[in-house]
T-cell receptor
């Protein structure tokens, strides 16, 4: 399917467990982003990637790890989940024609108990 | 440093009346500004963007926004609200294309 997809769409996990959220895009966009959405904060950038093997921190990177070995995939890993990481996570991509226009995935709702 | 302030967390309008969603920004450089819409349990969709071209920007679904540098504002308007406009709206600022700063959102309710 064309576009940007996220999996899983819903996830419940326990404190201390490792969780990986997947993001896949079919446009060969150079940039990819991970955001978290929390009430009262809007969306906040966790990490972004300008190309395969190039990643950089955003506004709230602590507790998260990313990798990008292929252009189309950008997984986000919570190495040891905490309750404060309960949130809705959105992946987005942009470029190469217009780096400023981001296309968002449907989101992953993560609950850490 | 960049930031965005959405001045209203919630706006209610009657169907067929004008919509005004307010956004003020702070940016050290000439910013690019965006409005995104999020319908319940959906991802975000770009409504319109300003990237240093015309200051009055037209977007999808009849929405417009005007960049006013002197007021550091980028308010979103629509002449006539439709029930399908009920959603959450986010104002976003960027000056690099790789770091985007979102406002806290404005929830728009449209009353029939």
């Amino acid at each position: 399917d064309a576009g940007i997809t996220q999996s899983p769409r819903y996830k419940i996990t326990e404190t201390g467990r490792q969780v990986t959220l997947m993001c896949h895009q079919t446009w060969s966009h150079s940039y990819m982003f991970w955001y978290r959405q929390d009430l009262g904060h809007g969306l906040r950038l966790i990490y972004y990637s300008a190309a395969a093997d190039i990643t950089d921190k955003g506004e709230v990177p602590d507790g998260y790890v990313v990798s990008r070995s292929k252009t189309e995939n950008f997984p986000l890993t919570l190495e040891s989940a905490t309750r404060s990481q309960t949130s809705v996570y959105f992946c987005a991509s942009s470029g190469p024609g217009d780096l400023y226009e981001q296309y968002f995935g449907p989101g992953t709702r993560l609950t850490v108990t | 440093a960049q930031s965005v302030t959405q001045l209203d967390s919630h706006v209610s309008v009657s169907e067929g009346t004008p919509v005004l969603l307010r956004c003020n920004y702070s940016s050290s450089y000439s910013p690019s500004l965006f409005w995104y819409v999020q319908h319940p349990n959906k991802g975000l969709q770009l409504l319109l963007k300003y990237t240093s071209a015309a200051t009055l920007v037209k977007g999808i679904n009849g929405f417009e926004a005007e960049f006013k540098k002197s007021e550091t504002s980028f308010h979103l308007t629509k002449p006539s609200a439709h029930m399908s406009d009920a959603a959450e709206y986010f104002c976003v600022v960027s000056n690099t294309g790789n770091q985007f700063y979102f406002g806290t959102g404005t929830s728009l309710t449209v009353i029939p």
